[in-house]
């Protein structure tokens, strides 16, 4: 598994993150990637949520139950979709499903795959950089033309989610980015960590 930057000590201590979700989605391994522990309890305190979702095989009754528990107190809470790499799964249909049985979602990175049909990069829609996962770390690149036209609709609906949400709309507990995952790959786990650190920084004047 690939290495990271995030300080997972460092996340442990400063936030309290807990994933949830059906044992098919890995929530274990999200967990130990990103410094957080597994829940199974909406009565666990905790400063973020990360809800694993596998692509292809819908979600739970009981992952639906801890979302609502969690909404009723506003936690932060960040979709993982986990199983991009399964070629009968599909990033957008887990995120059409999240949409139906958590709430409305927003999709920040969309899914680029290589010629074979591997997922291999994420296009980040507030910036149109790329993020190619076949080095490690990734390599951040200018898209090309033909990319900026393939997502040119999802940005636009993107950044108008952004804009009724608002800069703090994430860790109000109001927007829920959901982020495409191999962790085999590192491909996500460090626009997770960048999730984190937004919540980190927002809580240091509290931290010292």
């Known amino acids: 598994m690939a290495t990271h930057s995030l300080d997972k000590g460092l996340a442990r201590q400063s936030l309290k993150i807990h994933v949830f979700g059906h044992s098919g989605a890995d929530p274990e391994g999200i967990a130990h990637a990103v410094g957080g522990l597994t829940g199974s309890s909406a009565n666990d305190l905790c400063d973020l949520a990360i809800f694993a979702v596998h692509a292809g095989q819908g979600i739970d009754a009981d992952t639906i139950a801890l979302w609502e528990a969690l ?88 950044l108008e989610q952004i804009e009724v949400a608002g800069e703090d709309g994430f860790p109000a ?26 919540l980190l920084l927002q809580q240091l004047p509290t931290l010292g």
Request: hydrophobic fraction near 45%.
């Open 71 to 158: 909404s009723e107190s506003m936690v932060p809470r960040l979709i993982a979709v986990t199983g991009i790499e399964d070629p009968d799964a599909d990033f957008d249909d887990a995120v059409l499903i999240a949409n139906r049985v958590f709430d409305q979602s927003v999709t920040p990175f969309l899914v680029l795959h290589d010629d074979s049909g591997i997922p291999c990069a994420l296009i980040d829609l507030a910036s149109l950089f790329i993020r190619d996962y076949t080095t490690t770390p990734a390599i951040i690149a200018e898209s090309e033309a033909e990319h900026k036209t393939l997502v040119a609709e999802f940005r636009t609906e993107y």
């Open 173 to 198: 507990g109001m927007l829920f980015p959901a982020i495409p995952v191999w962790l085999e790959k590192g491909i996500g786990v460090d626009i997770i960590e960048m999730y984190i650190k937004k």
